[in-house]
């Protein structure tokens, strides 16, 4: 059975830092693209991160740009996200995902693109 575990969200002021951290099981993490979602209250799923499966390549949507950085650690099967700088619009569930097919093409923000997802960690930011 494929997991996908977040964890590392929580409460924090406006220019705290947070790290998130993703832990999966039942697939071949080191040939998967994947990537971090957020959703907040009644808006729509969006990207903010995605890496290849070497690591090498990385994209960033514009509104976290500079502020976050994505990595993965193939031998633990985990994916971060270390969140600086933090606003409140950052505030949302933040969602781990997996693509289903090993490409070594370049990584895709679009959540159509994503198959494995985890249940989300709560990432709240206070004025």
């Known amino acids: 059975q494929v997991r996908v575990v977040e964890s590392g969200g929580g409460l924090v002021q406006a220019g705290g830092s947070l790290r998130l951290s993703c832990t999966t099981s039942?697939?071949?993490?080191?040939?998967?693209?994947m990537g971090w979602f957020r959703q907040a209250p009644g808006k729509e799923r969006e990207g903010v991160s995605c890496i290849s499966w070497s690591g090498h390549n990385t994209d960033y949507a514009d509104s976290v740009k500079g502020r976050f950085t994505i990595s993965r650690d193939n031998a633990k099967s985990t994916l971060y996200l270390q969140m600086n700088n933090l606003k409140p619009e950052d505030t949302a569930m933040y969602y781990c995902?997996?693509?289903?097919?090993?490409?070594?093409?370049?990584?895709?923000?679009?959540?159509?693109?994503?198959?494995?997802w985890g249940q989300g960690t709560q990432v709240t930011v206070a004025s």
């Open positions: 995902a997996a693509e289903s097919h090993v490409s070594f093409l370049t990584c895709s923000t679009s959540p159509s693109s994503y198959y494995y």
């Open positions: 039942g697939l071949s993490f080191a040939n998967l693209r």
